[in-house]
């Protein structure tokens, strides 16, 4: 059973940068689209961004040019660099496969962006 493991959270500042990882039990070469995820307190779980094949990325509107979602094939590795952020990116953030069916959620890392 693959697992998900996602670090790097933490308690910022409103413009704050922070980089978060996700390690994966298994290769990630031949996974297509690895993404990001999301969830704000009483909100359902968003998508953020994606990244297939080592080059296309994708991102939700609201985080277009604040965040780089990046990955590591050798190290089965994902990351999401978050610049300038902001109190509406406070969230529990997640990592996933974009395939059907995704992978089991891992614990998530909680980000606190205040104002």
Known sequence: QVQLVESGGGLVQAGD????????????????????????PGKEREWVATIVSDVNTNYTDSVKGRFTISRDN????????????????????????LDRPQWPWGQGTQVTVSS
């Open 17 to 40: 940068s922070l980089r978060l990882a996700c390690a994966i039990s298994r290769t990630i070469f031949g996974v297509n689209a690895l993404g990001w995820y999301r969830r704000a």
């Open 74 to 97: 050798a190290r089965a590795m994902m990351y999401l660099q978050m610049n300038n952020l902001e109190p509406d990116d406070t969230a529990v953030y997640y990592c996933n496969r």
